[in-house]
């Protein structure tokens, strides 16, 4: 793979128009396209190259990298569908496929298999860090696929990231990305209750911060993401939970954990908790809020009397 492959960027929403802005800056050249129109000017005005079509932002692409909802897009988007041909048709020959949507690890190994059998190459490379990870260009990639893969990859995620870590073979970056975001949907649960307890004994948000902060209690979801506002100025909750990372996508990641406790058998008891919290959170409102409003859900179910809603 060339040193700056041609890049074909599909799926140009929140996450990815930024993600292909910064590979533009860096001197790659984009052909964008999106199903969303807004999502296309967007990316359009930020200065992304955008193509008519998928097959069309194809043309002379050394990588076709995807930013997409679900696996199942993935899988459609690679295949074709309604008899029209697929991504995996319309490449060139060796083609890197970079798929960085957050998708099953047995759908990422599904889609890396079809990419091979069609003479391509492929990578998972889901992300964190959010819309302003994004931005920044400060995300965190979790890669899976084969080595020699990973090194021609790792250029061009570096332009976009602070932090590139091969996780294995083809669904290890996905199966990092899920077990991160349980330990990151369990943790800002275990904090929001703690806000809420404090709250309830009489403590102030900054003195709770400054002892757990400091002790045993420190995590990232109270010392980046901090739920309540003031501790820390840069977290959505200064900003009534405006996203930052969407209870949605909180309630999706957390639905991709629990299929994988129960595909691997693991007697896992907060994770399917979790779960259902955030799904709940999602269904009630906070879809498209921070996923640290969830404080707000506890704190709302919580009566004065020590009993719950």
């Known amino acids: 793979m060339s040193e700056k ?44 190259p955008i193509a008519a079509s998928p097959a069309e932002s194809l043309a002379g692409a050394g990588v076709v990298l995807t930013m997409f909802p679900s696996g199942q897009h993935v899988l459609d988007a690679y295949r074709g569908t309604d008899g029209a041909p697929g991504l995996l048709a319309a490449a ?18 599904e889609a890396a298999a079809l990419a091979v059998a069609a003479g391509h190459r492929s990578v998972d490379a889901p992300v964190s860090g959010g819309v302003v990870g994004a931005e920044a ?33 083809h669904g290890g970056g996905q199966a990092a990305k899920i077990c991160n975001n349980l330990i990151l949907g369990v943790s800002m ?36 993401n901090c739920p309540v506002p003031g501790p820390v100025p840069s977290s959505p909750a200064n900003r009534d939970y405006q996203p930052g990372f969407a209870g949605a996508l909180m309630a999706k990641d957390l639905k991709l954990a629990l299929n994988a406790l ?37 704190r709302d179910k919580s009566h004065n009397d020590g009993s719950q809603a």
């Not at 275990?190 to 911060?209: D, N, P, W, Y």
């Open 92 to 109: 060139a020959p060796g083609t890197m496929f970079l798929d960085c949507s957050t998708i099953n690890v047995d759908e990422a190994r």
């Open 137 to 169: 260009g400060t995300l965190t990639f979790m890669v899976g696929g084969e080595a020699d893969d990973f090194d021609a990859v790792r250029p061009l995620l570096q332009v976009m990231g602070k932090r590139v870590v091969h996780c294995g073979g």
């Open 5 to 48: 492959p041609a890049i074909a960027f599909l799926g140009l929403g929140h996450m990815g128009g930024p993600m292909a802005i910064n590979l533009v800056k860096a001197g790659y050249s984009v052909a964008g396209f999106d199903v969303v129109p807004a999502a296309l000017e967007a990316a359009r005005a930020h200065g992304v």
């Open 189 to 224: 649960i275990a904090v929001s209750e703690a806000f809420v307890l404090g709250e309830k004994l009489g403590l102030t948000h900054q003195a709770l911060f400054d002892v757990a902060s400091a002790a045993s209690g420190q995590c990232w979801a109270l010392t980046t």
């Open 262 to 298: 129960q595909s691997t058998g693991v007697a896992a008891r907060l994770g399917p908790l979790a779960s259902e919290i955030y799904d709940t959170f999602a269904a009630e409102g906070g879809a498209g809020r921070d996923f640290s409003g969830i404080i707000t859900d506890i």
